[in-house]
C-alpha cells in the first residue's frame, strides 16, 4: 500500500479529529468504526507501546471506504500504510523532520507544538498541521505538561501558518473556548472512546463544532 494513490479527495484539516488510542478499553477497530459512523473524517491511531502494521492496514481500509484520513502516531513506517504520520517534539530534531517530510511524500505530517517558536519551526520544516496542548487538564498524557489554556493555543495559532488542532482535556464543556482561540481542529481522545456510544457522541461533537466553527 506504501505510496499509493489516494482514492479519496482528503478533507479540510479542520473539524472534529478523533483519536483512537490503544490504551482505552476498547478494540481500535471497533472503536474506529463507530466514530466513522457518527461521521468522523480526521483520525489518527495511538499506540505507545508500539504500532501494529497490519492493524494499520485495517484501519486504514476501513477509513478509506468512509472517506476518511488515518494519521499514525510516531511510527513513520506504519504511517506509510495510512494517509500521514503525527510526531511530538521529543520524537523529531529539526532535521529529522525534513528526512521525514521527503519519506511521506505528498502524505500528511502533523507535529505537535507548545509554543509559537515550535510552531514556526514546524512549519518552515514541512508541516501541514499542528497539534497543541494541552489544552486543559488530561489524564490520557501523562507527559503532558500544564495546561496552555485558551490563551496559550491561541498565541500558537496566531504564529501558525497552517491549521492547529487543540488537544487535552476537551469536552463539550470546553468547546466552545477551543473555538475562541482559532484552531482549526478540536483534538479528542477520552470523551469519544470512554462514551457509552461512541457514534452518537461523535455526532453530538461534530454538531456542535459546526456551530462554534462553521
Known sequence: MSGAPRSFPVPRLAGIYAIVDASL???????????????IKLVQYRNKSGVDRSRVQAMHALTQRSGAVLI????LEAALEADGLHAGQEDLSAHDVV???ARLGSRILGISCGTAAEARAA??????????????????????GPPLGESGV???VAASAVPVAAIGGIGLANLAGVARTGAAMAAIVSALGLAADPAAAAREF?????ELRP
Open 123 to 144: 512549519v518552515e520544516a514541512g508541516a501541514d498541521y499542528l497539534g497543541v496542548g494541552p489544552f486543559a487538564a488530561t489524564a490520557t498524557k501523562l507527559d503532558a
Open 72 to 75: 499514525v502516531n510516531d511510527d
Open 25 to 39: 478499553p476498547v478494540l481500535p477497530e471497533t472503536l474506529l468504526e463507530q466514530l466513522l459512523a457518527g461521521g
Open 99 to 101: 528526512a521525514v517530510r
Open 206 to 210: 461534530t454538531v456542535r463544532w459546526n
Open 154 to 156: 491561541r498565541d500558537v
